[in-house]
């Protein structure tokens, strides 16, 4: 790619107290083969208590990286982007997640793609590193194994819906924002809905599968159960804005969810009979660790996987039944799921 390369991106990342994460991810946009003259980073803080603004203007300072460092109030992921284009005056607006890592080749790789072809928006997909923890590679195995939720979610080639580019790594053309507006004021989803209308446009939107991330998603069980549960949330949030955003494959976590509180519930009831339900079930589970075990080359992770997986789909599912109940059934106007520490 040459200096008269016509594109120019804008880089927009929303943190709120991630103060090490964000330090990664600078270091992994310094390292991008990219042309650092072609690109330019805005990172919104969304009222951190950490050191995150310090860093941020120390790093520009340093850095031959074209930095600029926004504030706000903490009022979501979905403002922060917002405020960050509009600022941003690049043809194409990227958005990565504050716990993500570029692979050296992101920027590049979406470049390419676009060069030829003048796309409306376009997404890439979340991988893991080798140093990354078990446990945030069980994380990454429930979310995009097709056994789970890859298929819903775009990440298997074997797609079971219709694929939405997702703010931990999407890009959307300056014009079309102008067209259709920046994100709304969902509190989880708003990527989702803004994809939506990305898609209504009626112009291509593309995956680059080899624009990668590392991301590191949550750190810990507890928080990784509020993740998946506001997404079950949101996914009843977006139908009441548009019937189109809920498909049917979007019912089996919870139905996945409910079968597996009556197997229980008939173990206890009577374990002679129902026993082999609950061991063919763990069975699956075990197997799905040492195919994740082979998939990471890590034997540790067949000890994470079969509790992950199984608290992936009934916190999303128990937050979309919760969420249908509320909104669906008792016509109530609002539910948001976990508020609080939405970054952390």
């Not at 330090?23 to 950490?50: A, N």
């Not at 804005?241 to 206890?268: C, N, R, W, Y």
Request: proline share 5%; charged share 20%.
């Amino acid at each position: 790619m040459n200096d008269n390369y016509p594109y120019f991106f804008s880089v927009i990342i929303p943190t709120y107290n991630r103060l090490n994460e964000i330090r990664e991810l600078l270091f992994s946009l310094k390292e991008q083969v990219f042309p650092s003259d072609h690109f330019e980073i805005f990172i919104v803080d969304d009222g951190s208590t950490d050191e995150t603004g310090d860093f941020v203007e120390n790093f520009a300072k340093k850095s031959s990286l074209n930095i600029r460092l926004l504030h706000q109030d903490h009022k979501g992921p979905g403002a922060a982007r917002n405020l960050g284009m509009e600022h941003a005056s690049g043809k194409y607006f990227l958005f990565i997640d504050s716990d993500c890592i570029a692979h050296p080749c992101w920027l590049q790789a979406y470049a390419d793609a676009v060069e030829n072809r003048d796309v409306a928006g376009f997404g890439g997909p979340d991988h893991v590193r080798d140093d990354f923890t078990p446990l945030q590679k069980a994380i990454d195995y429930s979310m995009t194994s097709f056994l789970t939720t890859g298929g819903i979610r775009g990440h298997s080639k074997k797609k079971l819906s219709k694929y939405y580019p997702r703010s931990f790594n999407m890009g959307v053309r300056n014009d079309i924002v102008q067209k259709i507006g920046g994100m709304n004021d969902l509190r989880h989803g708003q990527d989702i809905e803004f994809s939506n209308r990305i898609l209504a446009c009626g112009e291509p939107v593309i995956k680059v599968e080899n624009a990668v991330v590392y991301h590191k998603r949550r750190t810990s069980v507890r928080k990784f159960f509020k993740q998946v549960y506001n997404w079950g949330v949101a996914r009843i949030n977006l139908y009441k804005i548009d019937k189109q955003m809920l498909e049917p494959v979007h019912f089996f976590p919870a139905i996945g969810t409910l079968i597996s509180f009556l197997i229980i519930l008939l173990f206890i009831l009577a374990p002679a009979r129902i026993w082999p339900l609950p061991v063919a079930g763990i069975l699956v589970l075990i197997l799905m660790g040492i195919h994740g075990m082979i998939r990471y080359k890590d034997i540790r992770v067949i000890f994470y996987i079969p509790f992950i997986v199984p608290i992936q789909i009934i916190g999303y599912g128990f937050g979309f039944i919760q969420a249908y109940i509320r909104r669906v059934i008792l016509k109530q106007n609002t539910f948001t799921g976990f508020v609080r520490n939405y970054y952390k």
